[in-house]
């Protein structure tokens, strides 16, 4: 089994930052892609940032040139660098790794207020 943990959410004010952290572990031998999904109340789940083993990445158009990901393979762990904060990112952040199979983590809430 692979465990992922999201850590770093919470309450900003518009215009702040915060940074999600994803920390895999168990059964995890190597890891391809890890990244983020969002989903707000009513809305369907959206892909935010994604980045492959090798550091390629991914970017909703909502959040290019605000949000970066990044990922630590010796740690098993990435990030999600998020600025410029807009109360429409308020959502709940799920973090995702591809082992043998996509694993998820149970989620962190991310509240942007105006």
């Known amino acids: 089994q692979v465990q992922l943990v999201e850590s770093g959410g919470g309450l900003v004010q518009a215009g702040g930052s915060l940074r999600l952290s994803c920390v895999a572990s168990g059964s995890i031998g190597s890891i391809n892609a890890m990244g983020w999904y969002r989903q707000a109340p009513g809305k369907q789940r959206e892909l935010v940032a994604g980045i492959t083993s090798t550091g390629n990445t991914y970017y909703a158009d909502s959040v290019k040139g605000r949000f970066t990901i990044s990922r630590d393979n010796a740690k098993n762990t990435a990030y999600l660098q998020m600025n410029s904060l807009k109360p429409e990112d308020t959502a709940l952040y799920y973090c995702?790794?591809?082992?043998?199979?996509?694993?998820w983590g149970q989620g962190t809430q991310v509240t942007v207020s105006s």
């Open positions: 995702y790794a591809d082992v043998w199979k996509r694993a």
